[in-house]
């Protein structure tokens, strides 16, 4: 079973910044296993469904959803087995409960299922 536990949310002020982490842990779970794995940032605000926000894949290659183009940057470090998000210029819109989240595959990671799940870090910009 894989553990995701976020971190780094909070309310901010329009134009502020935030970084959220993630930090993947499991039984026999190794820096090589997580560093094979596809990885995503995703989000859900108040009232809303939950939308895909940025994934990261084996080699670093990312992806961002048009919202948070130039805006958000996702970025990971294998041997710390930790996945972040950091967050500039945030705006009301940004305002959500954000997951990160994994799937044992790499490749088309923007279009994948995600298997395992945090819990969710609450980010609020007013």
């Known amino acids: 079973q894989v553990q995701l536990v976020e971190s780094g949310g909070g309310s901010v002020q329009p134009g502020g910044s935030l970084r959220l982490s993630c930090t993947v842990s499991?039984?026999?779970?190794?820096?090589?296993?997580?560093?094979?794995?596809?990885m995503g940032w995703f989000r859900q605000p108040p009232g809303k469904e939950r939308e895909r926000v940025a994934t990261?894949?084996?080699?670093?290659?990312?992806v961002y959803a048009d919202s948070v183009q130039g805006r958000f940057t996702i970025s990971k470090d294998n041997a710390k087995n930790t996945l972040y998000l950091q967050m500039n210029s945030l705006e009301p819109e940004d305002t959500a409960m954000y997951y990160c989240?994994?799937?044992?595959?790499?490749?088309?990671?923007?279009?994948?299922?995600?298997?395992?799940w945090g819990q969710g870090t609450q980010v609020t910009v007013s």
């Open positions: 989240a994994a799937v044992p595959r790499s490749g088309f990671c923007y279009l994948r299922g995600y298997n395992y």
């Open positions: 990261i894949d084996r080699d670093g290659s990312t």
């Open positions: 499991a039984y026999g779970y190794t820096a090589y296993t997580y560093s094979s794995y596809c």
